[in-house]
């Protein structure tokens, strides 16, 4: 399994950024699907997570109502949308998911196939 996570960058405060994770060897659609970030100094963290029939998602408090998921079967992507961003969003933003991953997890040791990452930076 491959992801590619992609969309990082600088944003203002307020604003808006969409994340992308592309995924080679596995369809989307048969595994859970994560979001995870991980700030300077601090552990990675739970952004969201997406069901393999793309109708259930599950997001941490602090994004909640600003963050979705959402998934493209034909393209095999994954994206977060973000919206709202504050400061306290700045992280490299990771998705992340396992073969076989067929039940809702939220711990990063769950989830064995990590993409690179993608830094986004909110200024305030």
């Known amino acids: 399994v491959q992801l590619q996570a992609s969309g990082g960058g600088l944003v203002q405060a307020g604003g808006s950024l969409r994340l992308s994770c592309a995924a080679s060897?596995?369809?989307?659609?048969?595994?859970?699907m994560g979001w995870f970030r991980q700030a300077p100094g601090k552990e990675r963290e739970f952004v969201g997570r997406?069901?393999?029939?793309?109708?259930?998602?599950y997001y941490a408090d602090s994004v909640q109502g600003r963050f979705s998921i959402s998934r493209d079967n034909a393209k095999n992507t994954m994206y977060l949308q973000m919206n709202s961003l504050k400061p306290e969003d700045t992280a490299v933003y990771y998705c992340?998911?396992?073969?076989?991953?067929?039940?809702?997890?939220?711990?990063?040791?769950?989830?064995?196939?990590w993409g690179q990452g993608t830094l986004v930076t909110v200024s305030s």
């Open positions: 992340a998911t396992r073969s076989g991953l067929l039940v809702p997890r939220t711990t990063p040791a769950d989830f064995g196939s």
């Open positions: 060897g596995l369809a989307l659609s048969t595994v859970y």
């Open positions: 997406i069901s393999p029939s793309g109708r259930g998602t």
